[in-house]
């Protein structure tokens, strides 16, 4: 056989090798809906059994006909089920919701944020699965052209600190506030602010589109870009930085060298939540506009 065609063989058997391997990893995306309305802004942990997680999720939609909450199962690493939330027909629909995260120290008791700095404290109750909204509340003191696409609440020496973020875009850095948040009075006090930019992805970026707070104060970010509805996409997750109390201070202290702990060239990752336990990991979920969204454990079992 001559060199020409072992090279030919050699490349064929290749090519084959990686269209397996594309397939092997993109099973490990899990789909959740298709279409622009079905985007994941957000993601919180509502709880888990076994093999199972279950999750409530936000989508970024603006039209009254379009979907605000909804819930999803994840069982294993191929079957999950999806159920739509209806808003209170009392309560204005909100636009824009870009963060979910959950209350510390609650059952089933969450913040969700609009990209207009609009805040909504909700209750998920699990027997008729339903969701109420407690109260509608604003950041204060927000600057002009404002973006906002991520909040985040942990308990921190028995105080609730709140850390947010301006999303960025491009060469315009993101900027991350942190504060605290009075749920008695229902005010989120701006203590300070830092501007944020990632490495990766580059060009037309948002530098912070989601984050969440660990139990230690380290604070975890997604950045992502696209191209447009059918993308490209690109994405990757940062330790941003560690927010704790020095004395009577909160402190923000800022990673000096970002290392992506896991990129994407295939999805728009909008939502992050942390899961504990043996089968946790950093869940991701994605706004991949036309194509849906996906979510995937990153250092997971699931």
């Known amino acids: 056989m001559s060199r020409f065609f072992k090279l030919i063989i050699n490349l064929v058997i290749l090519g084959a090798l990686l269209f397996l391997c594309q397939r092997v990893w993109a099973q490990e995306w899990q789909p959740v809906r298709g279409g622009i309305p079905y985007g994941i802004s957000g993601i919180a942990l509502l709880g888990q059994q076994n093999n199972s997680l279950d999750f409530l999720i936000a989508h970024d939609n603006k039209q009254k006909n379009q979907g605000r909450l909804a819930t999803i199962s994840i069982n294993g690493k191929n079957t999950h089920e999806y159920l739509p939330l209806n808003w209170q027909n009392n309560i204005e629909l909100p636009i824009d919701l870009e963060a979910l995260t959950s209350i510390p120290g609650t059952s089933n008791s969450f913040i969700a944020l609009a990209s207009s700095g609009k805040a909504y404290h909700l209750k998920f109750q699990p027997a008729n699965k339903a969701i109420f909204v407690i109260k509608e509340f604003s950041i204060s003191d927000i600057l002009p052209e404002s973006n906002f696409e991520a909040f985040g609440l942990q308990d921190i ?30 005010q989120i006090t701006t203590i300070s602010s830092a501007n944020f930019k990632v490495p990766f992805p580059a060009g037309n970026v948002r530098h912070i589109s989601d984050l969440k707070i660990d139990s230690a104060g380290i604070v975890y970010v997604t950045s992502a870009s696209d191209a447009g509805d059918d993308g490209p996409f690109q994405s990757a997750v940062y330790v941003a930085g560690y927010i704790g109390w020095r004395g009577n201070k909160l ?6 060298q970002l290392i992506p702990l896991y990129r994407s060239d ?10 504990p336990g043996a089968a946790g990991g950093l869940i991701v979920g994605t706004d991949d506009e036309n194509f849906g969204s996906y979510v995937y454990m990153v250092g997971g079992s699931n």
Not at 163 to 180: C, K, S
């Open 157 to 186: 020496d028995s105080k609730l600190v709140a850390v947010w973020a301006h999303r960025g875009e491009g060469e315009q850095a993101a900027i991350i506030y942190w504060g605290t948040l009075d749920l008695n009075r229902y």
């Open 251 to 256: 402190v923000w202290r800022q990673s000096s």
């Open 266 to 275: 295939y999805h728009k990752i909008e939502g992050i939540e942390l899961v």
